[in-house]
């Protein structure tokens, strides 16, 4: 059974740090390409980050240069690291095992709140 949990959400001003992890159990995050989601209010989930299994990295437009994700294949943990924060980065945050022809997997979200 593949579980997926996130943490590390909470609120914080514009222009913070905060740094979100997602605990995997059931896959192995380093043979997987993993991905961080974000769902704002009332809009679309949207794809925020994905690391592959030989560890290249690509960003959405909106956080490149503000966000990293990366992983710990001892903890089978992906993280999503997050600096200067802004408002519209406000969102639940999905830690997800996303690949075409497979199933996918979705952990239960982290909220993630920037005040201005």
């Known amino acids: 059974q593949v579980q997926l949990v996130e943490s590390g959400g909470g609120l914080v001003q514009a222009g913070g740090s905060l740094k979100l992890s997602c605990a995997a159990s059931g896959i192995i995050v380093s043979i997987n390409p993993m991905s961080w989601y974000r769902q704002a209010p009332g809009k679309q989930r949207e794809w925020v980050a994905t690391?592959?299994?030989?560890?290249?990295?690509n960003y959405a437009t909106s956080v490149e240069g503000r966000f990293t994700i990366s992983r710990d294949n001892a903890k089978n943990t992906v993280f999503l690291q997050m600096n200067s924060l802004k408002p519209e980065d406000t969102a639940v945050y999905y830690c997800a095992r996303v690949r075409i022809g497979t199933k996918n997997y979705w952990g239960q979200g982290t909220q993630v709140t920037v005040s201005s």
């Open positions: 690391i592959s299994p030989g560890g290249t990295t």
